[in-house]
C-alpha cells in the first residue's frame, strides 16, 4: 500500500473514531490503518468495537482488526469494554483472539469485575472462555465476588460454578458480602450458605449489620453497591 493510501486509511478511521461509527471505522482497517490510533478519549477502534458489542466485535475481527492491552485515557482496554457489553460480546471477543486479563483500569477495576456486574450470564460466558476471577478490590472497595452477590442468587451461584470464591470483604462504606447478599434478598441468602459464604458480625460506616439489611431487602428498600457501568457513551471524541 502506497504511503498516500494509508494516510487516507488512517484519516478515515480518525473520523470514524471521533463517532464511533463502525461502518466507517471497519473499512478503514481493512484499507491497513493504523489500530493504534485513537480518538480524544483514548478509544481505539478495538474498544469501541467491543463497546458496541457482539456484531461490531465479529465485524471489525473480519476487517482484520487485532485486540491488544492498550488502554484509554481511563485505562481502560478492549476486553473490559467487551465484558461491559455482556455474555455475547464477552464470547465474541474472545472467539476472535481477545484475552482477558486481570489488570486494573484507573479506578482498580478488572475485566472480570466488570463482568461479575453484569450478572449470570456474563458471569458463566466469561468461565467458558477460560477466564478467571480475580481477588482484587477496586477503588471502591468492591471485588469480583462482591459484584456478583450483588446481582442476586443466579450471580453467585454462576459465580461459584465457576470457580469464583466468595471471600470474606469490606468495601470502602464498611458493606461487607454477606451484607451485600442479604441486602438481595432470602434466594440470595440461600445461595450465599449454599456457597460457603460466611456471616460476620460487623457494621458498615451507617452502623447498619446485617440484621438491618435483611429487614430493608424485606421492605424492598435495600441499597445495593452500584456496579460498573458502562462509561464510553458519555465521551467519545
Not at 466469561?126 to 480475580?134: C, L, N, T
Amino acid at each position: 500500500m502506497q504511503k498516500n493510501d494509508t494516510q487516507a486509511a488512517n484519516e478515515s478511521l480518525l473520523r470514524g473514531l471521533r463517532v464511533a461509527d463502525m461502518t466507517i471505522i471497519a473499512p478503514a482497517i481493512t484499507d491497513g490503518a493504523d489500530q493504534t490510533l485513537a480518538n480524544g478519549s483514548g478509544m481505539t477502534a478495538a474498544m469501541i468495537a467491543c463497546w458496541h458489542g457482539a456484531r461490531a466485535i465479529n465485524q471489525y475481527a473480519a476487517a482484520g482488526g487485532r485486540f491488544n492491552e492498550q488502554t484509554d485515557e481511563q485505562g481502560r482496554t478492549a476486553a473490559m469494554y467487551a465484558a461491559e457489553s455482556g455474555a455475547e460480546s464477552i464470547l465474541a471477543f474472545a472467539l476472535a483472539g481477545g484475552r482477558f486479563t486481570d489488570v486494573p483500569d484507573f479506578d482498580g477495576r478488572t475485566a472480570g469485575m466488570v463482568a461479575a456486574s453484569k450478572g449470570s450470564d456474563a458471569i458463566r460466558a466469561f468461565a467458558e472462555v477460560g477466564a478467571r476471577f480475580d481477588h482484587q478490590a477496586d477503588a471502591s472497595g468492591m471485588s469480583a465476588a462482591m459484584y456478583a452477590a450483588a446481582n442476586g442468587a443466579r450471580a453467585i451461584r454462576a459465580f461459584t460454578q465457576a470457580n469464583g470464591r466468595l471471600t470474606v470483604a469490606t468495601d470502602n462504606n464498611g458493606t461487607d458480602i454477606a451484607m451485600i447478599a442479604t441486602a438481595q434478598g432470602a434466594d440470595a441468602v440461600i445461595a450465599f450458605v449454599a456457597a460457603g459464604g460466611n456471616y460476620m458480625e460487623g457494621e458498615d460506616r451507617l452502623g447498619r449489620t446485617t440484621g438491618d439489611y435483611a429487614a430493608l431487602a424485606d421492605q424492598g428498600e435495600a441499597i445495593t453497591p452500584a456496579p460498573a457501568q458502562k462509561q464510553a457513551g458519555g465521551k467519545i471524541a
